[in-house]
């Protein structure tokens, strides 16, 4: 009986499409670190539900296929930092979509729909093939050619230095991270994706991790995230033979969450950001810190995520938001739902 009282009120919790027209991208300074290269692009938008603010970050070096340099992770700590952080007039973006520029360098382009559709016409009545895109292509190679010059004690501080920006943001990011993975993700480029959330891939991108097939180790976290995303005996097949695979095979490992059309990868996952900004900011939050503690600490015990999961549910009681969700509810008003900028209710 208390099964079929609840099935009414969840059923009315599902979101529904929005048919209000989508607001336009505001781009966002480029961080101080990028200089004049324009390494890392940001942009926020807000959800046409009301629902706050969406950002993106697009990792950007189309003439290196979006490789990876230490500048390029200064930038990208910055980037992360300015979206979650309030200034300026802005408040704190509710969730975040990381990407590679197309191989033109154009990201505003790539994200107004008349130009990306101008573009896909464009690109099949010309017969030319167009490059290949990338989500990153890795390390960057000068970076790497540096390495063999460098003492192996400096090369240990240098590249734990080199993870730690790329992975430390993501993972201590407050807010729920997805990788629209727009092209080939290969080596360090698909581990960073490994630290977001949730991947969304493009049919057409193939990804791997060739460390082995370049002479070196596996780095940027892959040992340890790979595993947790689709277990050991598939990272140990990944990680060991350095193949890379298409995206339908990627999606079969549980490597990605779902795939879609290069020219709809993006906006897809943006379309997943602005349904996870529907929800309460706090319940997201605590919800996004709890899943990676499991993942970043394996060892964790049930009975330390029920405590978790006790405290912070008990903290949104006294919020607020969950009084307004179940109002919501009583008044079948939810398509009209929006839930207040975060806040700590602890404070």
Same mark, same amino acid.
């Given at each position: 009986m208390a099964g079929r009282q609840l099935a009414a009120p969840l059923l009315a919790m599902r979101p529904l499409s929005s048919t209000a027209a989508p607001a336009k991208w505001a781009q966002l300074p480029e961080p101080e670190a990028a200089g004049d290269a324009g390494l890392v692009q940001v942009f926020t938008r807000a959800c046409a539900s009301g629902n706050g603010d969406i950002g993106l970050i697009a990792l950007r070096q189309p003439a290196a296929m979006n490789a990876l340099t230490a500048d390029m992770g200064n930038a990208f700590g910055e980037a992360l930092a300015s979206l979650v952080t309030p200034g300026d007039g802005r408040v704190p973006v509710r969730a975040v979509v990381l990407c590679g520029a @197309? !191989?033109?360098?154009?990201?505003?382009?790539?994200? /107004?729909? &008349?130009?990306? $559709?101008?573009?896909?016409?464009? =690109?099949?009545?010309?017969?030319?093939? @167009? !490059?290949?895109?990338?989500?990153?292509?890795?390390? /960057?190679? &000068?970076?790497? $050619?540096?390495?063999?010059?460098? =003492?192996?004690?400096?090369?240990?501080?240098?590249?734990?230095r080199f993870y730690a920006r790329f992975l430390r943001p993501l993972r201590e990011c407050p807010v729920p991270t997805i990788a629209a993975i727009n092209g080939h993700a290969v080596g360090a480029g698909l581990a960073i994706s490994l630290g977001c959330d949730i991947r969304l891939a493009a049919d057409s991108a193939r990804m791997g991790l060739n460390f082995v097939k370049l002479g070196i180790p596996p780095g940027m976290g892959s040992t340890f995230l790979l595993q947790q995303a689709v277990g050991p005996q598939v990272a140990a097949r990944l990680l060991l033979t350095g193949d890379l695979v298409d995206a339908a095979t990627a999606k079969s490992y549980g490597l990605?969450?779902?795939?879609?059309?290069l020219d709809k990868v993006v906006q897809s996952a943006v379309s997943l950001?602005?349904?996870?900004?529907?929800?309460?900011?706090?319940?997201?939050?605590?919800?996004?810190?709890?899943l990676r503690t499991h993942v970043d600490h394996p060892s964790t015990s049930l009975e330390l995520a029920l405590e978790r999961e006790a405290l912070t549910q008990a903290a949104a009681y006294a919020g607020g938001d969950l009084a307004l969700g179940l109002k919501s509810i009583r008044e079948k008003s939810k398509d009209s739902l929006v839930f207040p900028e975060w806040r700590d209710p602890t404070e």
């Amino acid at each position: 009986m208390a099964g079929r009282q609840l099935a009414a009120p969840l059923l009315a919790m599902r979101p529904l499409s929005s048919t209000a027209a989508p607001a336009k991208w505001a781009q966002l300074p480029e961080p101080e670190a990028a200089g004049d290269a324009g390494l890392v692009q940001v942009f926020t938008r807000a959800c046409a539900s009301g629902n706050g603010d969406i950002g993106l970050i697009a990792l950007r070096q189309p003439a290196a296929m979006n490789a990876l340099t230490a500048d390029m992770g200064n930038a990208f700590g910055e980037a992360l930092a300015s979206l979650v952080t309030p200034g300026d007039g802005r408040v704190p973006v509710r969730a975040v979509v990381l990407c590679g520029a @197309p !191989p033109d360098g154009d990201v505003a382009g790539m994200l /107004d729909p &008349a130009a990306r $559709d101008e573009a896909a016409a464009a =690109a099949s009545t010309s017969g030319r093939r @167009p !490059p290949p895109a990338a989500f990153s292509a890795g390390g /960057d190679l &000068a970076f790497l $050619d540096n390495r063999l010059d460098t =003492a192996p004690a400096d090369n240990v501080a240098i590249m734990r230095r080199f993870y730690a920006r790329f992975l430390r943001p993501l993972r201590e990011c407050p807010v729920p991270t997805i990788a629209a993975i727009n092209g080939h993700a290969v080596g360090a480029g698909l581990a960073i994706s490994l630290g977001c959330d949730i991947r969304l891939a493009a049919d057409s991108a193939r990804m791997g991790l060739n460390f082995v097939k370049l002479g070196i180790p596996p780095g940027m976290g892959s040992t340890f995230l790979l595993q947790q995303a689709v277990g050991p005996q598939v990272a140990a097949r990944l990680l060991l033979t350095g193949d890379l695979v298409d995206a339908a095979t990627a999606k079969s490992y549980g490597l990605v969450l779902d795939t879609y059309p290069l020219d709809k990868v993006v906006q897809s996952a943006v379309s997943l950001a602005e349904n996870i900004a529907g929800g309460s900011p706090y319940a997201v939050r605590a919800t996004v810190k709890a899943l990676r503690t499991h993942v970043d600490h394996p060892s964790t015990s049930l009975e330390l995520a029920l405590e978790r999961e006790a405290l912070t549910q008990a903290a949104a009681y006294a919020g607020g938001d969950l009084a307004l969700g179940l109002k919501s509810i009583r008044e079948k008003s939810k398509d009209s739902l929006v839930f207040p900028e975060w806040r700590d209710p602890t404070e």
